[in-house]
């Protein structure tokens, strides 16, 4: 990685000297380098690059275009990383709004926007929402044959992650599994970024679901469960006292 973030870094400075800072080219270039950034968990210096590179398309080919569309994603998976979910959220629906107006709200672009919101709506534990995005992209994808893709695993990766925050361990499974199949069957395997993820959740979902089936798994589900009755009756009786 560090030898490409050379390569990439030497190319830049030959852009800038050839046709300008200011051209489509260098933005190209800065994208690729945030790429490598991204990948080496340097995120704080990938979103400076896709800063630098947004204002550059910006520039030369409008704001409201595809190219600043898919930037703008690249930035709100990059704010997720860093923990900015509510900047992360502003960034994906500007996007959204972008494919709207051009038309291509049926993409494959826009299927990785609503993935990327979804992702979002997870960390917030919107959970119905994170799922109905993750449906949406997945139908997109469906339509435009890409079911067995990277893209589609990562959506099958996210969704299988709504289902083990909200503890149905079976379901997260089964989607993370989808998720290793449909990354292999597009070339993928097990060590590289996205299949190393997807066997880290396989594997955390077999040990939570191993979890409950024991003794003491059962137990925390029975008193997780017994809280929430109360919970309930306590506010149906809170409710009934104001009634009187």
């Given at each position: 990685?560090?030898?490409?973030?050379?390569?990439?870094?030497?190319?830049?400075?030959?852009?800038?000297?050839c046709v300008g800072r200011q051209t489509v080219t260098y933005a190209d270039t800065l994208h690729s380098l945030a790429n490598v950034r991204?990948?080496?968990?340097?995120?704080?210096?990938?979103?400076?690059?896709?800063?630098?590179?947004?204002?550059?398309?910006?520039?030369?080919?409008?704001?409201?275009s595809a190219q600043c569309a898919a930037l703008l994603n690249n930035m709100a998976c990059l704010h997720l990383k860093l923990g900015r979910?509510?900047?992360?959220?502003?960034?994906?629906?500007?996007?959204?709004?972008?494919?709207?107006?051009?038309?291509?709200?049926?993409?494959?672009?826009?299927?990785?926007?609503?993935?990327?919101?979804?992702?979002?709506?997870?960390?917030?534990?919107?959970?119905?929402?994170?799922?109905?995005?993750?449906?949406?992209?997945?139908?997109?994808?469906?339509?435009?044959?890409?079911?067995?893709?990277?893209?589609?695993?990562?959506?099958?990766?996210?969704?299988?992650?709504?289902?083990?925050?909200?503890?149905?361990?079976?379901?997260?499974?089964?989607?993370?599994?989808?998720?290793?199949?449909?990354?292999?069957?597009?070339?993928?395997?097990?060590?590289?970024?996205?299949?190393?993820?997807?066997?880290?959740?396989?594997?955390?979902?077999q040990q939570r679901q191993s979890g409950e089936s024991s003794p003491a798994g059962r137990r925390r589900t029975a008193l997780s469960v017994?809280?929430?009755?109360?919970?309930?009756?306590?506010?149906?009786?809170?409710?009934?006292?104001?009634?009187?």
């Amino acid at each position: 990685h560090e030898e490409a973030a050379r390569l990439y870094a030497e190319a830049l400075e030959i852009t800038a000297e050839c046709v300008g800072r200011q051209t489509v080219t260098y933005a190209d270039t800065l994208h690729s380098l945030a790429n490598v950034r991204r990948e080496q968990q340097r995120h704080a210096e990938a979103l400076a690059l896709e800063s630098e590179a947004l204002e550059i398309y910006e520039a030369c080919v409008g704001r409201q275009s595809a190219q600043c569309a898919a930037l703008l994603n690249n930035m709100a998976c990059l704010h997720l990383k860093l923990g900015r979910h509510d900047e992360a959220l502003a960034l994906v629906e500007e996007a959204l709004h972008i494919y709207e107006a051009l038309g291509l709200q049926q993409s494959v672009d826009c299927a990785n926007v609503l993935d990327t919101k979804g992702e979002v709506r997870l960390n917030q534990q919107q959970y119905d929402e994170a799922l109905a995005l993750a449906d949406e992209s997945l139908r997109i994808l469906e339509s435009h044959g890409h079911r067995q893709s990277n893209i589609c695993a990562q959506v099958l990766n996210n969704k299988g992650k709504v289902r083990l925050a909200q503890q149905r361990y079976a379901e997260a499974l089964q989607l993370f599994e989808e998720a290793q199949h449909a990354n292999t069957a597009s070339g993928g395997n097990d060590s590289d970024w996205l299949g190393a993820t997807i066997c880290d959740n396989i594997r955390l979902a077999q040990q939570r679901q191993s979890g409950e089936s024991s003794p003491a798994g059962r137990r925390r589900t029975a008193l997780s469960v017994a809280a929430s009755a109360a919970a309930v009756l306590g506010a149906a009786l809170a409710f009934k006292a104001t009634k009187r």
